[in-house]
């Protein structure tokens, strides 16, 4: 049978999933015998149940009936006892903290009567009212749906009055005149009385923080931590204490160590004569622990050693809250307490020195997204005003500098040393000297598999994209955001952490730790409990024990030198497609607009030595390590100028008299030839070696000579070919009989050897449910994620994150975008598939992905359970992948989830 109820004797912190966080840890504490005033939990159990149905569980007022009774038995005094009542706490406490998301209602059994019985036991007739004043508020508004501003109006009507600049001026008398006004306006909103029997307070609180799991307020937090919406929330039950009784009683919250820094040492604030929240709202000013050490020393000492305690048994930073009544010590709450990025690490470091912890779960507690909030300059967060957009975070740390809106634009200001932010609709590959130029790259439209995003994920550069907010005017060079309108030359700051833009220039925090990744991740000086120190110890660790290897996306000798400074192992996937662009532009278009095979070989001839040198940059700057080139990849036509200001310019040169440009013409029909409704899924990847001859051969040739003169210069380049969209066997097989077929005419010109392996993308559901044929061709596959999530959901890359997915987070269709992170139910289910037929086929095949789900923590954990050999991601990402593969490695080490 069900239960639905566990006193915090009968819990523990394993519990969590029934008793919720806060819950499972105040039994915990229970346990540890650490002074908890007593109480009992409802489980999730109980509230998903409530959610299903709409109702209780027909047991579960009959279990709160016993387990009350038990608590009523042990204080000697029942719930509302008119001359001595016992009050209760009703707080929420889900499996994950969502800190101030539901409800919590306090004072549970105070009435008309009651009240009276508080003033005499307590000695306080003011605190009696003000605490039975706020039990009439918080019901109302929270149980009962009214208005909390019509209490707030009655209380400044109120004080005003009386002439009283704040509630401590209010007098016991003003306090009980306020508790009728607070229930007249309850009848008069709600037609109902305030309920009296605290029977009925107990039980409609309780029903009340189970539908406040539902409210707008919890699922718009959960959606942005990742929390699941079916998971419920506890309810904990809870005798009051109370830390307003006088100035020998207050309230706390301290941690064990300082969460901001790591720094060893308590940490904390202090109110006296005041409740938890007065503390947390910020009425009065705090002050630190070493003054409640003056001012209570004995609490002080205790609170000390409870804290080192609970340290000690949880092995890490907690947190708590706390209250002293009338000189009694009591735990109100802890848990393993939030920290910031750098604490993260510190403390991770420092509990491996202190013996508490191995270097194992020092990793383990520590995660990807920590350090890549570690790398990038940040904001100083205290000192950025209000955002004038949002967008999506597609590419980490922030940036000022002048809005510009065009390429050229860009390239031009930060040639005079201006640093600039492209704003762009969305970006081409046309854009790129721009971006290259640019200090943050900002667009309107696109996700986070979008050109921009992609590109400047790959340059280190900040990106925020599809900032649906934005209307960008790249004609008159402004935008317009929620009524701010900002012109060409204005300085804006870009956070691509978070996906904000700031008006104006925000002032910035340089990264230690990018600069320790830059210059090749040497040992700091100092010890291991600096944020650097840490960060190296568990870089190592991670190093030692992942089983995945980890390159870089990367296609430039520049590009390719950093990853190697980061720690890539190679490259896993260097796209050519930049190689056909800038100057070469014309040689490309001379090829596409090729009439005979002559002029179309001697554009491609033309390319091949420019090809050739970006190949032996990139290769001597991988020397030794494997370089999986991939075949051009890409509509031709994107290499064409735009169809629509093409035939603007021609229509304006037919209007003004003239006969257009011939080169013109002759553009135009071929872009108008090679126009796709739907071009990603057109004549790109193999489909356009094969169709366009001497095109592979060219490249191949390019790659295979670059092999030839790096081995002469006497380097070991380890080039390996990959064919791109790849659907069948058949594709691949031609393919590689190509390149072949040059490797041999090259190596026997050369008189030198070429081996490059053959392998290809599996990037296609095709491609995925027929891998074990297709590695019968292949030496080896390489997941191409991002075309295969385009493929698999039938989502359009380029558009989709913008224009729905929103609505579909929104709806629970998904929690994260699976551009984002792999979706395992279906893309995962196709790359699994695909290791093992691939796998079955050939047992040597090596198998990685360098789809943009390379770097995403939660993937490379899929990527591990898989059974990949390497993941690939851009050279920024690399320390990421590199920690998460680590974490990855130690499946079941407490902590070791990607969450
Ligand atoms: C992919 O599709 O995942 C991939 C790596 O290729 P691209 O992003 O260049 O299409
Ligand atoms: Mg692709």
Redesign the pocket.
């Known amino acids: 049978m069900n239960r639905y109820v566990y006193d915090f004797t009968e819990g523990g912190r394993e519990m969590a999933d029934l008793l919720g966080g806060k819950g499972a840890n105040l039994a915990e504490m229970t346990r540890m015998g650490l002074p908890v005033p007593p109480g009992f939990t409802v489980t999730t159990l109980a509230c998903r149940a409530f959610l299903a149905h709409g109702a209780e569980p027909e047991e579960l007022g009959r279990e709160v009936a016993r387990h009350l009774t038990a608590l009523e038995q042990a204080a000697g005094r029942q719930l509302g006892q008119p001359d001595d009542p016992l009050l209760l706490s009703v707080r929420s406490g889900a499996r994950f903290s969502m800190p101030g998301m539901m409800e919590t209602i306090l004072d549970i059994g105070l009435n008309d009567d009651s009240v009276l019985g508080l003033a005499k036991v307590s000695g306080h007739e003011r605190f009696a009212w003000d605490s039975y004043r706020r039990l009439v508020q918080m019901f109302g508004s929270t149980v009962m749906g009214v208005d909390g501003a019509l209490f707030e109006e009655a209380l400044g009507r109120l004080k005003e009055d009386r002439g009283a600049a704040d509630d401590l001026r209010l007098d016991a008398h003003d306090l009980a005149g306020l508790v009728e006004t607070y229930k007249a306006v309850i009848r008069r909103e709600t037609g109902a009385d305030f309920p009296q029997d605290p029977q009925e307070q107990l039980r409609r609180a309780i029903r009340a923080v189970f539908s406040s799991w539902n409210g707008e307020r919890a699922r718009l937090y959960r959606r942005r931590e990742h929390i699941a919406d079916d998971l419920g929330t506890a309810v904990n039950v809870q005798t009051m204490v109370f830390g307003n009784l006088g100035s020998d009683s207050g309230s706390g919250v301290a941690f064990t160590r300082d969460p901001a820094t790591g720094r060893p040492g308590l940490y904390g604030d202090y109110l006296a004569n005041a409740q938890g929240e007065d503390v947390v709202a910020g009425i009065r000013n705090t002050v630190t622990l070493d003054e409640l050490e003056e001012l209570d020393p004995l609490s002080y000492t205790r609170l000390r050693d409870y804290l080192r305690i609970l340290e000690n048994h949880y092995r890490d930073l907690c947190d708590i809250e706390f209250t002293i009544e009338r000189g009694k010590l009591w735990m109100l709450q802890t848990r393993v307490g939030k920290r910031t990025a750098e604490a993260a690490f510190a403390i991770a470091s420092e509990l491996v020195d202190e013996d508490l912890i191995t270097a194992d779960e020092a990793l383990a507690r520590v995660s990807g997204e920590g350090l890549a909030r570690l790398m990038f300059p940040r904001f100083d967060t205290a000192s950025v005003g209000a955002p004038i957009a949002h967008g999506i975070p597609a590419s980490p740390g922030a940036a000022v500098g002048a809005a510009v809106f065009d390429s050229a634009e860009a390239v031009r200001r930060a040639a005079a040393g201006e640093k600039v932010i492209l704003v762009r609709q969305e970006t081409t590959p046309d854009d790129l000297p721009g971006m290259v130029a640019a200090q943050a790259v900002l667009t309107s439209r696109g996700g986070k ?1 979008s050109h921009a995003a ?1 590109v400047a994920r790959g340059m280190g550069k900040v990106c925020v994209c599809g900032a649906e907010e934005l209307t960008v005017d790249t004609g008159a060079r402004r935008f317009t955001a929620n009524g701010t309108t900002v012109t060409e030359g204005t300085v804006i700051s870009v956070d691509g952490t978070a996906g904000a833009v700031y008006p104006g220039a925000a002032p910035l925090i340089d990264s230690v730790v990018m600069r320790y990744f830059e210059t090749g991740g040497q040992a700091p000086g100092g010890n291991s409990q600096t944020v650097l120190g840490a960060v190296h110890r568990l870089m190592g660790q991670a190093d030692t024990v992942r089983r995945l290897g980890v390159r870089a996306n990367a296609d430039t000798p520049e590009d390719a030198a950093r990853a190697r400074r980061f720690g890539a192992e190679g490259i896993g ?1 260097c ?1 050519t497609e930049h190689m056909f662009l800038g100057e070469r532009r014309r040689l490309v278009e001379a090829m596409i607009l090729a009439r005979t095979d002559a002029e179309r070989d001697k554009a491609l001839a033309a390319l091949l030595p420019l090809q050739r040198q970006d190949f032996v940059g990139i290769l001597q700057a991988m020397d030794g390590l494997p370089v999986t080139i991939r075949l051009l ?1 890409p509509p031709l036509h994107e290499f064409l100028p735009d169809r629509t200001e093409l035939a603007v310019r021609i229509a304006s040169a037919e209007a003004h008299g003239g006969t257009p440009d011939a080169h013109d013409a002759e553009l135009m029909t071929a872009v108008n030839r090679m126009h796709e409704e739907n071009p990603m899924l057109g004549l790109r990847g193999v489909r356009l070696g094969l169709v366009v001859p001497g095109l592979t051969a060219m490249q191949v040739r390019a790659i295979a000579e670059a092999v030839v003169e790096r081995k002469r210069a006497g380097g070991d380049p380890r080039a390996e070919i990959m064919v ?1 969209l790849i659907d069948t066997v058949q594709e691949l097989r031609i393919v590689r009989t190509e390149v072949e077929q040059v490797l041999t005419e090259v190596s026997e010109a050369a008189g030198i050897p070429v081996e490059c392996p053959v392998g290809t ?1 599996i ?1 296609l559901p095709r491609a995925a449910l027929t891998a074990g044929r297709i590695a019968q061709e292949a030496q080896f596959f390489s997941f ?5 999530t385009q493929t698999t959901w039938g989502f359009s890359r380029d558009d989709v994150e913008a224009a729905f997915f929103s609505a579909y987070l929104e709806k629970g269709i998904f929690t994260v975008s699976p551009f984002e992170t792999i979706d395992r139910e279906g893309v995962g289910r196709l790359v699994e598939i695909a290791v093992a037929e691939g796998r079955a086929a050939r047992p040597d095949l090596k198998i990685g992905v ?3 789900h390379g770097g995403d923590p939660a993937s490379v954990h899929f990527f591990h359970d898989a059974g990949l050999d390497y993941v690939s991601c851009s050279p920024f990402r690399v320390p990421v992948a590199r920690l998460e593969a680590g974490r990855a490695a130690l499946a079941g080490t407490e902590g070791s989830d990607s969450r």
């Open positions: 598999t992609v996937l796209r990849d791109p993308m990037e191409g994620t991002n075309d295969l360098c789809g943009e």
